[in-house]
């Protein structure tokens, strides 16, 4: 046997794992050209297909000799593409939906930390609320209870994540990584990754964030206990201040898969004990109880499902209004 032939099937494997590489590359392309380019839907779809021939052609020419040509011509292509695409950056500076209006930033003085921007929207539909945006100060000192609130609105893998604080005078306020969306834009998974979102963090009362994903939107929440020692709690709530401030002077986007409501906290976890272990269920945020579970970090005595149903809060929130809210989710 030829060396040539010896070294046919190699050359076959290598154009086909790159020929899946190319197809990745154009479906990747035409994604961040449908959310990105600032041009009509008919221009952008345009110019789509014809990435998309451009694509064809050249996975077209991998599996014939003198295919150079075109490879070259879509390398060139590709590299003014990523270009462009390097060239978006997140803004502070936009139109934003009014519960995203501002982001919370916080002061700290020893002990004591006043938070600027707190939500406490008064809703009366999913969509439709009173708005109030307030200051208030706490004692770090005074922090009584860490828990983790998961919101499911579409089956039982994805949550929205958020950590409440507790504190000795009846207080709460949580702290959540939002999308921030613009005034006119609806939230979609996909555009998640392509650069369409930047990232909020606000911090709420319970009557606000909570209340609008129980009694408005009708989601299933979660509410569990997290076990930290007073010094951690209170080492958390610093790290969300200072993450909160610097997003509010250096703003970053959010990303569906690596910067999330969930990937947050993990990332704060960190900060506490850098051995703190990653997970799949870290990036299915709905599986969280589960990892918190298995590594002792619930209040709990119980098996996990046990741990779950006592969690679900939706018919003690349900069964009254704003009024002693915080109270009813926990009795």
Known sequence: MLYSDRLR????????????????????GSLAMWYQLPFGKATTLSIIVGWLALSIYTIIGMIRKGCWKRLGLYGLLALALLGWWSTIRPSLDRLWAPELAHTVTGTIDGNLVTLHNVRDFKWTTASQATPQWKDETYDLDTITSVDVFLSYWTGPAI?????????????????????????????????????????????????????????????DVYRYRVKLPPQA?????LAYV?????????????????????TIIFHMA????????????????????????????LENGATLDEVRKKAFINARAQAGGREGFSRRIRE
Request: aromatic share 16%; net charge neutral; hydrophobic share 45%.
């Open 9 to 28: 099937p190699i050359r076959i494997l290598l154009k086909v794992l790159f020929s899946i590489f190319l197809v990745g590359f154009a479906i990747w």
């Open 159 to 219: 949550a929205h994540t958020l950590l409440s604080f507790g504190f000795a005078d009846g207080r709460h306020v949580v702290f959540s990584g939002e999308i921030r969306r613009e005034h006119h834009e609806v939230y979609s998974p996909v555009s998640g990754f392509f650069r369409q979102y930047e990232l909020a963090l606000i911090a709420a009362e319970e009557e606000d964030v909570i209340f609008l994903r129980t009694n408005m939107r009708k989601e």
């Open 233 to 237: 709690a209170k080492e958390l709530f």
């Open 242 to 262: 200072n993450m909160a401030n610097q997003l509010a002077h250096k703003p970053e986007f959010y990303n569906t898969l690596t910067t999330n409501c969930t």
């Open 270 to 297: 960190r900060l506490l004990d850098k051995t703190f272990p990653f997970d799949y269920r870290i990036l299915l945020s709905g599986y969280l109880p589960g990892y918190l579970y298995d590594h002792g970090w």
